[in-house]
């Protein structure tokens, strides 16, 4: 392995690519809708440097927390108990939602998502207007 390859695969030489993922999505009856996630691929170093930023602004308000009387009892632990877990959920996350926009199946409305999850399907999602539950799952290509 040359020097120059070595260097672009530590680095991440790709940055994170975002592509369109249609989607099924279902409710408790019959009707299904569709629509579309971007989702965003993190190579391994991105993947680290996104894990290490996260972890940085944990223990940096746990580093803040120490001047708060009291509170730093339960803030200074609690902060660095979240970093780790920012770390370790940012290391292994491959695929990050971007948006995730569709139509409920049920009421209709069109909406946008919460999209704070790595992608996976089947997915649960809630709609905002109706409160249902609704699945989104991979689109069937037939
Ligand atoms: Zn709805």
């Not at 690519?17 to 971007?38: H, I, K, M, Q, W």
């Not at 780790?84 to 199946?105: L, N, Q, Y």
Request: charged share 20%.
């Amino acid at each position: 392995m040359t020097p120059a390859l070595s260097r672009r695969l530590f680095f991440g030489e790709l940055m994170p690519r975002s592509r369109s993922e249609p989607f099924l999505l279902t409710g408790y009856d019959d009707n299904s809708t569709t629509g579309v996630a971007t989702v965003t691929t993190f190579d391994r170093a991105e993947r680290i440097r996104r894990a290490v930023k996260g972890l940085a602004v944990a223990w940096g308000a746990a580093l803040v927390s120490i001047f708060i009387p009291v509170a730093h009892f339960l803030l200074v632990p609690g902060f660095a108990l979240a970093g780790v877990f920012v770390f370790a959920k940012r290391t292994r996350a491959r695929d990050v939602t971007e948006s995730i926009h569709g139509t409920c199946p049920h009421c209709g409305h069109e909406q946008d998502f919460d999209s704070s999850s790595h992608w996976h399907l089947p997915m649960h999602l809630t709609c905002a207007n109706c409160s249902r539950l609704l699945t989104a799952s991979a689109k069937s290509t037939c």
